[in-house]
């Protein structure tokens, strides 16, 4: 059962990616995570965002759309998506060290995210975008009320 959730749509620039991750957190915070919980939550929204700006759209700026829910007191599902390029094969995408642009990048995105999250989906269509959907369980002190 949802307990809450929030949805936002950002442009697809560099300069937005610590917005996400400070959104993200903020939201997050009303499960009284730990900060190590919080530092994974970060962490795994950077990534996600990140790959919306490098890959989905080539030739300039499209929209990332985030949407986050606090489920059953304990959990958040974060989704992340594009309308982008689309991935043509998520399971060589999601291996370490692979990279379609190259350079400084290693190629560790996918791989970050499923070492510091529950769980980790992507779903992807060539020319439509990707969707990244992450589960987080919290380590519970208290319950949130309503």
Known sequence: MVKNSFSMTMFSRSANEGFARAVVSAFASQLDPTLEEISDIKTAVSE?????????YDSGV?????????IDDNV???K?????????NVQRAMEPLYTTVG???AGLGFA???SFMDSVKVRSTVGKGTSIIMIK????RFSING
Request: glycine share 10%; hydrophobic share 40%; aromatic share 2%.
């Open 48 to 56: 996600a965002v990140t790959n919306c700006i490098v890959h989905a």
């Open 62 to 70: 499209g929209k990332i759309y985030i949407t986050a829910e606090l």
């Open 76 to 78: 958040m599902k974060i």
């Open 80 to 88: 992340i998506r594009d309308k982008g390029r689309g991935i043509e």
């Open 103 to 105: 350079g400084e990048r």
């Open 112 to 114: 970050v995210m499923m």
């Open 137 to 140: 369980k919290i380590n519970r």
